[in-house]
Nanobody, 117 residues
Framework: QVQLVESGGGLVQPGGSLKLSCAAT????????MGWYRQAPGNQRELVAR???????NYLDSVKGRFTISRDNAKNTVDLQMNMLKPEDTAVYYC???????????WGQGTLVTVSS
């Protein structure tokens, strides 16, 4: 059983920075892609950033140039460095992974990011 354990999040002022981290634990096969989704109240969950085990990335347009996703394949961890945060970035952020061997779509428990003065 593979699980995702998140850390980071919290309250930050507009223009500030936060780093989210996520680690896969358990008996791990191949994790093809890892990433972060977010869900604000009243909104659908949306993909923020994603990275494959080959290093390919994609980002939500509104976070390009401000957020950076990185991954350590050996440690099965993924980080999201968030800079120049805006109030509209406020949401619960969820770590996500696509695992093979067996195939599983994995979600973390979610961590709240609040951007407010």
């Amino acid at each position: 059983q593979v699980q995702l354990v998140e850390s980071g999040g919290g309250l930050v002022q507009p223009g500030g920075s936060l780093k989210l981290s996520c680690a896969a634990t358990g008996t791990i096969g191949r994790i093809y892609a890892m990433g972060w989704y977010r869900q604000a109240p009243g909104n659908q969950r949306e993909l923020v950033a994603r990275i494959t085990d080959g290093g390919s990335t994609n980002y939500l347009d509104s976070v390009k140039g401000r957020f950076t996703i990185s991954r350590d394949n050996a440690k099965n961890t993924v980080d999201l460095q968030m800079n120049m945060l805006k109030p509209e970035d406020t949401a619960v952020y969820y770590c996500h992974a696509q695992h093979f061997g067996p195939y599983q779509t994995l979600w973390g428990q979610g961590t709240l990011v609040t951007v407010s003065s």
